[in-house]
């Protein structure tokens, strides 16, 4: 059986990418890394479905006993992707998907260069501001530091091998399955 292929998703909060996402994961061949954090699980949110959620004396052991594949620091939050799901569902011939921001993706590009990368970006950053706000999960001092963050996570899209504009969320879904339906085909892998 063909391996499955490991997709790194880094977008900033807002651009679409759960929505996305989630629509991709209505596939069985799809396999979704559930990350670990230290943040506060938001309204409606489980624990071991959308994060494991640890505290930082957990995160830090997790860290120490290299059970991550990659971390980072995110808001003043850990963030890291458990390493043992990931080899096991990919030699199932699943598409693994680590949905995570730029600093743990570059992290992941030196360790797996089997693994594609695709950035998911707002039509602009207004529009990114009113998708938060409109969202209303966070307060608007929380909303201007995730702002700021994009354009910092913005200025990281080069690096990554494709670029997805969540402008038409339809488009976007049929962008990223093409994505991955063409790097299925490709004849190697690094
Ligand atoms: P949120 O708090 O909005 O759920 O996520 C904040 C950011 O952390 C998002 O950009 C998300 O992609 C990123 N993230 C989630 N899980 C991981 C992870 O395992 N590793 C890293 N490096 N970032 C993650």
Redesign the pocket.
Known sequence: MAKGLLIVV?AP?GCGKGTILGEVLKDPAYYYSV???T?APREGEQDGVQYHFLTREQFEQNIADQMML???E??GNY???PLAPINANLENGRNVIL???V??AMQVRKLRPDAVFVFIAPPSVDTLRERLIGRGTETMEVIEERVAQAQHELSFAQQYDYIVVNDVLEDAIADFKAIVRAESCKTARD
Do not use: F, L
């Open positions: 880094s909060s990350s670990a954090t943040r990659e971390y980072a995110y808001c963030y890291g992707t949905e995570i921001e600093q743990g």
